[in-house]
């Protein structure tokens, strides 16, 4: 029995994680636009703008305190016990996963700046996606830049990708014995 442990994120966190930036930087613009206009405070900044920029700048850091948050929520700790074609896999602890293993699907999109993995695991009663970003990229000057939708580490991608191939290995020579 192999065990694989990483940080990932399913299907639905990484849509959710994807939406948070411009759900919640939206609905603050929103909420600061109605205040001004509601409260006339609009006509106070004008006259002052280093409040102005003081409050963008507020404004700026609790949208990416809540959005860090979010991501906080989203991202999970993953244990995957893989034996023969059986797996068992927990979500920070809480086993959410058992059984045959009956298809798997990986799509690794690695460029120069940044690596991704999508793993599609599937046993006959349940189902399961696994996405992974580097949280860092590199920009084109060569230099490595914070990626905000970053959600796991090189080493984490690494054996994902382990887990992918082995479980893809596994099911190919179990079809191919079974013939």
């Known amino acids: 029995m192999k065990k694989y442990e990483f940080t990932a994120t399913t299907k639905n966190g990484d849509m959710i994680i994807g939406l948070s930036y411009s759900v919640v930087f939206g609905f603050i613009i929103l909420l600061v636009q109605l205040g001004f206009f509601y409260s006339g405070l ?22 990416n305190f809540l959005v860090k948050k979010i991501q906080k929520g989203v991202i999970k700790h993953y244990v995957v016990e893989f034996d023969e074609i059986n797996i068992k896999i927990k979500e920070n602890g809480k086993e959410i996963m058992f059984g045959e293993v009956s298809f798997c699907k990986v799509i690794v999109k690695d460029n120069k700046s940044t690596s991704s993995i999508n793993i599609d695991i599937h046993t006959y009663d349940d189902k399961i996606s696994f996405r992974a970003r580097t949280k860092k990229y590199i920009t084109i000057t060569g230099k490595s830049s914070f990626n905000p939708f970053g959600t796991s580490d090189i080493s984490d991608i690494k054996i994902l990708l382990d887990l992918g191939n082995k479980i893809k290995c596994v099911l190919k020579y179990n079809i191919e014995n079974n013939k």
């Open 42 to 63: 609009g006509k106070v900044l004008r006259k002052y703008p280093p409040l102005l920029i003081l409050l963008v700048f507020l404004v700026l850091c609790v949208g």
